[in-house]
Structure formats: C-alpha cells, structure tokens
C-alpha cells in the first residue's frame, strides 16, 4: 500500500511515527504538495523540508510531490530533487481546492487537456527523474479524463494514480468506479487507485473487482484506523495497536513542534481523525478540541487511551 499525500497531515512527522510503530506496513508514500505558486518557487523551497533526505531517516519512503503548471520552475524543483536522491516525481492533477483550480492547477487543469499536453511537452524531456501523475476523473465532467488518457499515453510515466471523484466534489459523495473500470483499460501505465479505502476489506474489493491495479493508495483511512493495513490481526489487538499508535504520535508532536500553541493546533489537527479509532462517541471525542492548554489536551487524550 501507498501513502497518499494530505497537506498538513502525511508529512514527515506522521511518516515516521507510523514506521516506527509499523515498520513496512506501507512501503512507499507520496509527499504532501511542493507548491509552484504563481511560477515562484519561494513556497516551494519553505517546505522542502519535508522531504529532505535527511530528515526522513527511519521514515516511510517518499516521493515528491509537485503542485503548479510551471514548465521551467517545474523542472528546477524536480532536478533539485532528482539531486536529493529522489528518481520520481508525482504531479498532482487531483487537488480539489477552490483556491487552486480556479488557476487551473490540480484538478483545475483536467478539463484543458492541451494545457496538459505543453506541460508535459515541456518537462518530460528535461526533468531527470521519472514522472507519475495523480489525478481525478475529471473538474466538472467524468468524461475528461477520456480525452486526457491519450495524451498521457504519449509519456514515459512510471504511473498514473486515479481518485475515481471530481475536483468539484471535493471528498463528498462516493468514488465512481464505473467510470474507473471503463477508463482502466485505455490507460497504457500502470495504474494505482485512491479513494475511500477505510478497511483492509475495501482494498481487497478494489483488487478484486479490478485486477489491473497494480496498488491501493490509502489517505484518510489511515488516519481512521493506523491497523488498516495489517492482515490476520485480532480486533482486540488492533484496538491495542491504535492506542500505542496514537500516544506515540502525540509523544512525537510534543518532540517537534516548537512551541506550545503550535503543538496544541497540530494535535488538535490529528485528533480530529484519529479518534476514530478509539471505542469512543464524537461528543467525547470533541472534548478535546474544547481545551485550550496542551496539559489539558494531553490529559484528556491519554485517558482515552487508557
């Protein structure tokens, strides 16, 4: 299984938790997005951080991820990060933010596939590493990516990752996998799928139902249950393991935020996913966001985890 990426929540301090705590259950995970914003690669560089070899010693392997339209600003930030060690790139054609596809960036760019074309017209040739795509069905049709599929056919991808959604449905209603299975057999890369696997079972349907997929990308079910990807583990061990989990991700919030508000937010942040897997009711759960200092939140965490 792959690691999807979640601005603000799969950086490298989640990747390293969950390996130490589970060390091989994911193999690979796409990097939360380096930012082209306006073709200024200034955003960019303020997060390289995460994906810093360096830095993610002990962690799950990464692969970077680039946000933005830019030709050449695309191909020095993947060059320095071919330099870095790093042999794949991911673009993201997904991303269903407001804010980023109103400038035709992330799902934004789907419904323009001769923009797609110039992109990739553009970067292939020059960018050192090898280049995936993770993608949506389309911005406001299920049809565009029919007309994408050629285009990214004519490229050496190492892949291309499908969430079977619109960038206009953000993450509501249900992945259309109808659509998924009749576009798969006209994709000439391998093919990953991403979206709503919450249980190991939903991935094993996935593989089921279609064959093709050569791997699942996981993102928020993750979060919901860190076990999802165990097999043959008692429920009663999992609920063990998703509270040594949580506690240590807490342990190592407090070891890297710098200060005490930060640390607050980023825990607040996490436990708004996470207490789903813990034997407790959302009014329980929203507790803790009611704290407002770090003892508080803490306290209150941790007996849940008892």
């Known amino acids: 299984m792959i690691l999807a990426p979640m601005q603000g929540l799969t950086e490298v301090l989640f990747r390293k938790a969950y390996e130490e705590c589970f060390p091989g259950a994911i193999q690979l995970a796409v990097s939360p997005f380096l930012s082209l914003t306006h073709g200024n690669l200034a955003d960019a560089w303020e997060k390289i951080e995460d994906v810093l070899p360096e830095n993610n010693v002990g962690s799950i392997p990464v692969i970077p991820q680039i946000l933005g339209k830019e030709p050449a600003e695309f ?5 320095r990060l071919y330099e870095l060690g790093y042999n794949e790139i991911n673009w993201n054609m997904g991303c269903p933010m407001r804010k980023v596809t109103g ?4 799902s934004g760019i789907l419904p323009y596939p001769d923009e ?22 389309g911005l406001r049709s299920k049809e565009e990516i029919f007309a994408l599929v050629p285009i990214l056919n004519d490229y050496p991808l190492i892949s291309v990752t499908i969430h079977p959604r619109l960038g206009r449905q953000q993450y509501n209603g249900v992945p259309d996998l109808d659509t998924f299975g009749r576009v798969l057999p006209e994709i000439n890369h391998p093919v990953i799928y991403n979206g709503d696997i919450k249980t190991a079972a939903d991935a094993r349907q ?3 139902r279609f064959p093709e997929v050569v791997d699942i990308m996981i993102g928020r079910g993750i979060l919901y249950d ?3 990807p165990l097999e043959e583990v008692s429920e009663e061990r999992r609920l063990e393991l998703r509270k040594q ?6 342990e190592r919030i407090g070891e890297v935020m710098p200060t005490e508000e930060s640390c607050i937010r980023k825990t607040k942040e996490y436990w708004c996913l996470v207490w789903r897997a813990l034997p ?3 009014i329980d759960a929203r507790k803790v966001l009611h704290e407002q200092k770090l003892t508080d939140v803490e306290k209150l965490i941790y007996m849940f985890l008892q």
């Not at 191909?75 to 060059?79: K, T």
């Open 75 to 79: 191909v020095e930030l993947g060059n």
């Open 103 to 106: 400038k035709h960036r992330g």
């Open 116 to 137: 797609v074309r110039s992109v990739l017209d553009k970067v292939v040739p020059h960018l050192k590493a090898k280049l995936s795509v993770k993608m949506r069905l």
């Open 206 to 208: 996935i593989k089921k």
């Open 226 to 228: 860190p076990t999802l």
């Open 245 to 250: 989990f949580i506690g240590h991700l807490m």
């Open 280 to 282: 407790i009711s959302e």
